[in-house]
């Protein structure tokens, strides 16, 4: 995920963050395809409470409450997250040096990550920081969202997009790898140690984004038309992977089909059907722009 908003700060750095009617025109598209997942995906989260007993008045306001701080179903909060991420960027980097930008959002990851990957760490704490956490946690759940997570990795696409030393460095493979040995390092501590609430945010995930995209970007591959293909190609899975998801939990929820139950089976089932899906789309999406 974190390589998502990364994407998007490249993309959107590189038509000009500054500018108010670039950010306006992309978080119209953005909200406008939020709007429409969201119509596809309540309805199933509403059947899979119904099925698991939870359809009652304070698993809605629960769901409401996840709504409200994250998103309408588990893999939406993207989009949510990174309209608030690029309008707090396009007003903070007009209104301040980039340096103060970079360094405030820094301050935000290392906040998020006492509310995810470091969690624990807040036990050693003085006691007003860790009530101040549990408190935030009580209302908005999570630090994974579009302030503590969006805007640094949406800061760092645009930071990548503005600096063109940056976007020819050819020595970011041997630091990716040694990034990700070190990010492993990093998990296995975590969990000796029993400090993660999750591990959506840890220290290593950020310089790890950064260099897989710059190696990614500095790939020989310049075809627009098989760019194009992929990016919709991505694009598709991310939207459907947990619509097929879904109706495997409804198939073991409802009709107990206990084939689905193992989640090697599951995960085989998820990934041909968004794969399919998305291979179809997309065809069907270009042949419509061709014509």
Request: glycine share 8%; net charge positive.
């Given at each position: ?74 893999h939406l909060w993207y989009f949510p997250a990174v309209i608030i991420a690029t309008l707090s960027l396009h ?99 975590l969990r000796h140690f029993q400090l993660a609430v999750d591990y959506n945010m840890t220290v290593f995930l ?86």
């Amino acid at each position: 995920m974190p390589f998502f908003f990364c994407c998007t700060g490249y993309f959107i750095g590189l038509k000009g963050i500054e500018n108010w009617q670039v950010v306006l025109d992309f978080n119209k598209k953005i909200l406008k395809l939020y709007l429409i997942l969201s119509l596809i995906y309540i309805p199933i989260e509403l059947i899979k409470m119904m099925a698991l007993g939870t359809f009652h008045k304070a698993g809605l306001l629960g769901y409401l409450q996840s709504i409200l701080v994250q998103g309408t179903f588990v893999h939406l909060w993207y989009f949510p997250a990174v309209i608030i991420a690029t309008l707090s960027l396009h007003f903070l980097i007009k209104g301040m040096p980039m340096q103060l930008v970079v360094f405030l959002a820094t301050c935000l990851y290392l906040i998020g990550l006492l509310g995810d990957g470091y969690n624990g760490i807040l036990n050693f704490l003085p006691q007003w920081i860790s009530s101040s956490m549990k408190v935030y946690q009580e209302i908005f759940l999570t630090t994974r969202n579009g302030v503590f997570f969006g805007i640094p990795f949406v800061l760092m696409g645009v930071t990548i997009a503005k600096n063109y030393r940056l976007q020819g460095n050819s020595r970011a493979l041997p630091w990716l790898l040694a990034t990700l040995l070190l990010g492993g390092v990093e998990i296995y501590f975590l969990r000796h140690f029993q400090l993660a609430v999750d591990y959506n945010m840890t220290v290593f995930l950020a310089p790890g984004t950064m260099l897989l995209f710059l190696v990614l970007l500095n790939l020989p591959y310049h075809s627009k038309k098989k760019n194009d293909f992929l990016r919709l190609y991505s694009t598709k899975i991310y939207e459907s992977h947990m619509f097929f998801y879904g109706l495997i939990l409804a198939l073991v929820t409802v009709f107990q089909v206990p084939l689905l139950e193992h989640g090697g089976v599951q995960f085989i089932v998820v990934w041909a059907a968004s794969q399919t899906f998305a291979y179809f789309a997309v065809k069907k999406i270009m042949n419509r722009n061709r014509n």
